[in-house]
């Protein structure tokens, strides 16, 4: 447990902000940026502006996931770290997993706090926040799933910052669809399908991760 407790305080050290990675400032700045430019796009009319901002404050969040990708994993496996790493017997899977929870840890709850100001630029009324909140809660730990994995397919490749956002996008539809579609529905039956969906990648993303730095490493 030391071992993990030390590889979570190392990445929360890399990926929060002020750090050598420090990023999560960026993703919030961006979420913020994309709620306030969306009534400018569309128009002042509230009823428009509350019908749509609960979609738009997920796509915003799908968007700030995907801004750190190129550093989540690239900068250790460049470096070494993981071959230092399985020397110590630390398996690839057990480091994604770490990852994983850092990555989440630093944009999820950055990404549900930047809501609050975000629904009130977009018209959103408190019930319709709930939802919003909830879904975010249920739905972007499977974001920062989708990412890691992603993250780990394409470490070494040239190009890999653009590549990531296209291929993180059409993964993520299923996150967007039920978790947006909540907002329309009333709730419950699309909030379980979102946290349902995410726990798949949650579950899956550390052995697909781990697998994925493996054989970049021996190719």
Known sequence: MKVFAALL?????????????????????????????????????????????????????LLAAILPLDRLLAPDV???????WALRGISEEAVVAVRLLAHWLSFGPFVMIAALPASALLGIDN????????????????????????????????GSAAL??????????????????SLSSGGEGGLALTGAISLVLVAIAPFAGGAAIRAAREG
């Open 78 to 84: 460049e470096g070494g770290f993981f071959d230092q």
């Open 9 to 61: 305080h190392r990445d929360l050290a890399a990926l929060l902000p002020g750090s050598a990675r420090g990023n999560s400032l960026l993703p919030l700045l961006f979420f913020l940026a994309v709620a306030m430019l969306y009534p400018f796009a569309v128009g002042p009319e509230p009823a428009l502006l509350a019908a749509t901002g609960g979609g738009v404050i997920w796509v915003a969040a």
């Open 164 to 181: 990531s956002g296209l291929l993180v996008i059409p993964l993520a539809v299923p996150l967007l669809i039920f978790g947006a579609g």
């Open 127 to 158: 019930q319709t926040l709930r939802l919003v909140e909830l879904g975010l809660l249920a739905g972007t730990p499977g974001l920062a799933a989708i990412g890691i994995i992603i993250a780990a397919v394409t470490v070494g490749l040239k």
